[in-house]
C-alpha cells in the first residue's frame, strides 16, 4: 500500500500554471546585512576573512567598509535554499544554486528577492524512475533598486515510496573517522596558510606548484575533507 502520493498529470498541470508568476515570499532568515548578521554568517561558515569580520580591516580595503560573503544570499531567499513549492507530498532534493553576482553585498544593505518558478523538466532517473527537475530564477536587489545578483536554484521532485522501493543507495554506509584521520584533519587546518590582502600574480604562479588545502566539510567516504584552491581570501 502507497504511503506517499505519486507523481501525477494532474499535479503537475497545477504546477505548470505557476511558470512565470512571483512566488510568494516567505520571511528569510536575513533582510539586512548588518555587522552583526554578517559575522554570524561568516563564522557559522566557518570563514573568518577580515574582510567580512573586521571592520577596521574592511575600512583599508578598496571598498572601504565591512562585505558580506557573496553566499549569504541563501539566508535571504528560502527558494535559493531549496524552499520549493507545488507537487503535494512528492519529496524534493535540493540540488544546487548558480548565482552570478554583479555587486557586492555591503554592510546594512537591505536585499529584496523576487523569485519566479522558470522551469519543469521531467527526467528520468535509476534512484525513482520518474523524477522532476524544478527550477527558480531570483532576483537579488539592493535598497538603492541596484541588481546586485541573481540566481537559478535546482531541485529535484521524486517519489518517496519509489525511491525507497529503488534502493539505489540502501548499501551506502556511514563514515566513521579514526584517530589518525581525525588527527590529519586537525593538522591540516592548523597547516593553512591565510594570505589576507597579499595578492597572489600570474607570474608567481608555477605550472604544477601545489596551493596550500583549506579544509571543509564533504560527504566523501574515504577522504574525508576536500581541498579547495583559493588566491587569497581577502581582497
Known sequence: ??????????????????????????????????????????????????????????????????????????AMDDVCSGQFGGLPGIHTMYAGTRF????????????TATSVLSGLEEKRSAFARRTILQSYDTTFTNQEGVVVATARAFGVRAERDTAREQGKYRGIE?????????????????????????????EDVRVGEELTPVVKGAAHRDRHHCLAHRLGRAV
Request: aromatic share 12%; charged share 25%; glycine share 4%.
Open 174 to 202: 556511514r563514515a566513521r573517522y579514526t584517530p589518525e584521520e581525525i588527527a590529519r584533519i586537525e593538522a591540516d587546518y592548523d597547516a593553512e596558510v591565510v594570505r589576507g590582502a597579499t595578492p597572489r600574480y600570474w
Open 100 to 111: 552570478e553576482w554583479f555587486h557586492p553585498i555591503r554592510v546594512n544593505d537591505a536585499i
Open 1 to 74: 500500500m502507497p504511503k506517499y502520493p505519486k507523481i501525477t498529470e494532474e499535479a503537475l498541470d497545477a504546477l505548470r500554471q505557476r511558470l512565470g508568476v512571483p512566488v510568494r515570499r516567505r520571511h528569510p532568515h536575513i533582510q539586512v546585512a548588518t555587522q552583526d548578521a554578517i559575522r554570524h554568517f561568516a563564522y557559522g561558515i566557518g570563514d573568518d576573512n577580515p574582510l567580512w569580520t573586521d571592520p577596521a580591516y574592511a575600512a583599508t580595503t578598496r571598498y572601504g567598509c565591512l562585505l558580506a560573503p557573496p553566499c549569504i544570499l541563501y
